[in-house]
T-cell receptor, first 110, second 115 residues
Framework: DAKTTQPTSMDCAEGRAANLPCNHSTISGNEYVYWYRQIHSQGPQYIIHGLKNNETNEMASLIITEDRKSSTLILPHATLRDTAVYYCIVRVEVDYKLSFGAGTTVTVRA | DVKVTQSSRYLVKRTGEKVFLECVQDMDHENMFWYRQDPGLGLRLIYFSYDVKMKEKGDIPEGYSVSREKKERFSLILESASTNQTSMYLC??????????????FGPGTRLTVT
C-alpha cells in the first residue's frame, strides 16, 4: 500500500469548516483513498472513501486532486464531537487489512 | 444503524490465564477482524475470518487463536496471557468482496491489562 503523509495536528473553530490534507504521492491506479477517525477511547469510525472523483456523504466531503497525489477531507461544520484523530489511508479495494499511520489530531475549539 | 459490540470495555487478567474476547455484529457481514492497537505501533491485524469456521492469520497471530462458529460472532482467545499482550483490542466487520466498498465497522474496543 502507498504511504500517506498527514500533519500531526490542527485546530479548528466550532462551526467552521475543517480541511484535513493528505499526501499520497506514490498511490497506484487501483488504490482508493479512505478516511477513518478515532475519538478518544473509542473504536475507529469509517468516514468516506474515493478513487478519483470527489465524494460527499452525510459526514464529510473528499476532494482528490486530478493527479491523485493528494486529497483533502472536509468537515463542513465542525462540532466539538469531531475532535478526534483522523487517519488517511490508501488501499486496494480487496485488501482485507487496515493499517493506520499516526494520523492528524484534530481539536475543535468552542 | 450498524453495530459491532464487544463483551467488555475493560478487562484485567493475570499472567498465564486463558482470556476470551467476544465480538458480535448485527449487520450480516461475512468478514470479521481482530486488531490490537498500541501507542507508536498503530493498528495491527491479528486474525480475520471471511466465513463461518474460516480464519486467516494476520500480521501478529502468535499467542492468539480465534473461533467463528456463527456468522455474527467472532472470538479472540489468548491461550496463556502475557504482559506483552496488554493492549487495546478492536473487533471489526465488513461486507464480502462482492460489494464495491469494503469499509470496516469497528466495535468500541476492549482495553486488556495483563498483570
Amino acid at each position: 500500500d502507498a504511504k500517506t503523509t498527514q500533519p500531526t495536528s490542527m485546530d479548528c473553530a466550532e462551526g467552521r469548516a475543517a480541511n484535513l490534507p493528505c499526501n499520497h504521492s506514490t498511490i497506484s491506479g487501483n488504490e482508493y483513498v479512505y478516511w477513518y477517525r478515532q475519538i478518544h477511547s473509542q473504536g475507529p469510525q469509517y468516514i468516506i472513501h474515493g478513487l478519483k472523483n470527489n465524494e460527499t456523504n452525510e459526514m464529510a466531503s473528499l476532494i482528490i486532486t486530478e493527479d491523485r497525489k493528494s486529497s483533502t477531507l472536509i468537515l463542513p461544520h465542525a462540532t466539538l464531537r469531531d475532535t478526534a484523530v483522523y487517519y488517511c489511508i490508501v488501499r486496494v479495494e480487496v485488501d482485507y487489512k487496515l493499517s493506520f499511520g499516526a494520523g492528524t489530531t484534530v481539536t475543535v475549539r468552542a | 444503524d450498524v453495530k459491532v459490540t464487544q463483551s467488555s470495555r475493560y478487562l484485567v487478567k493475570r499472567t498465564g490465564e486463558k482470556v476470551f474476547l467476544e465480538c458480535v455484529q448485527d449487520m450480516d457481514h461475512e468478514n470479521m477482524f481482530w486488531y490490537r492497537q498500541d501507542p507508536g505501533l498503530g493498528l495491527r491485524l491479528i486474525y480475520f475470518s471471511y466465513d463461518v469456521k474460516m480464519k486467516e492469520k494476520g500480521d501478529i497471530p502468535e499467542g492468539y487463536s480465534v473461533s467463528r462458529e456463527k456468522k455474527e460472532r467472532f472470538s479472540l482467545i489468548l491461550e496463556s496471557a502475557s504482559t506483552n499482550q496488554t493492549s487495546m483490542y478492536l473487533c471489526a466487520s465488513s461486507l464480502d468482496g462482492t460489494r464495491v466498498s469494503y469499509e470496516q465497522y469497528f466495535g468500541p474496543g476492549t482495553r486488556l491489562t495483563v498483570t
